[in-house]
């Protein structure tokens, strides 16, 4: 195999290029890093098997109608299970949306309303996924 | 191709970067569609039913095909990434568990390529 060798070393990024910790954003940012860590391997298996359970066995999507849903959700175990892939995956994708943005947003105005419209949908997806599953009747 | 100054511009890292990005964003904006068809099981069950009934053609399996690729290879890159963190030989090993990544990537891709691939071909 061979070794790549790097003809000659372009000049990296200095300090002063960095981004700069904002004052009074405390440890936000290395919170964030281990949540996404933390969340990202219980997504992959609470969305793995999910996506197996709903997509791959059984027919998948074939079966998957109302009365299913009903009977999947007259279980408790399985409310929880989806409210914590719901939250976790929420969460998890909506800070890697923010990371994103603040990578690409040209100005400050523009970041602001991208995040803004990015927190919004997240929040009133959050809130939306969470009633869905909580105040569910079973019927049937 | 010349090779700037960097092993990583242009290289696996670099496009695995922009997958991981691209997917997941993907991964999120379903999500949101996701959430908003299912809410309808409060709506009415016929309401359910009659979305459920739209999303049962071979376009719908397709984009369903494309979803299980996207969330499986964002969640072994994503297992790659904490591996590179948290695992002394992460960087150093970063190309040998690219390779790895990819034998798992089509070991786990079979069976939804088997179940919804297969939908896919019966419908049509």
């Not at chain 1, 791959?56 to 007259?74: E, P, Q, T, Y």
């Not at chain 2, 949101?32 to 719908?60: C, G």
Request: glycine residues 8%.
């Amino acid at each position: 195999m061979s070794v790549d060798v790097p003809p000659a070393p372009l000049p990296r990024s200095t300090a002063a290029d960095r981004r700069q910790p904002k004052m009074g954003k405390g440890n936000f940012e290395l919170y964030a890093w281990v949540f996404m860590r933390v969340s990202g391997v219980l997504l992959v298996l609470l969305v793995l098997a999910h996506f197996a359970i709903m997509h791959v066995l059984s027919g998948g999507l074939d079966r998957v109608n109302f009365a299913f849903v009903s009977g999947r959700w007259a279980n408790p175990f399985w409310r929880v299970y989806d409210f914590a892939l719901l939250t976790l995956a929420l969460l998890h994708g909506g800070n890697g949306l923010r990371v994103i943005i603040d990578d690409y947003a040209r100005t400050a105005y523009r970041r602001l309303v991208y995040q803004s419209l990015a927190a919004t949908v997240v929040g009133l997806t959050l809130v939306l996924g969470t009633l869905t599953i909580f105040a569910f009747t079973p019927k049937g | 191709m010349q090779r700037l100054g960097t092993l990583y511009r242009g290289r696996e890292g670099m496009w695995t970067w922009v997958l991981h990005r691209v997917s997941g964003v993907a991964i999120l904006f379903y999500l949101f569609a996701h959430v908003a068809d299912q809410a309808l099981v409060n709506v009415s069950a016929e309401a359910y039913d009659r979305v459920m009934d739209t999303y049962r053609n071979p376009f719908v399996g397709l984009l369903e095909l494309g979803l299980a690729v996207l969330i499986i290879f964002h969640a072994l890159n994503g297992l790659r990434i904490i591996l590179f963190d948290f695992w002394s030989q992460g960087i150093a090993r970063q190309r040998q568990m690219l390779w790895v990544q990819a034998v798992l990537f089509v070991l786990l891709a079979i069976p939804a390529v088997v179940a919804i691939g297969g939908k896919i071909l019966k419908e049509l």
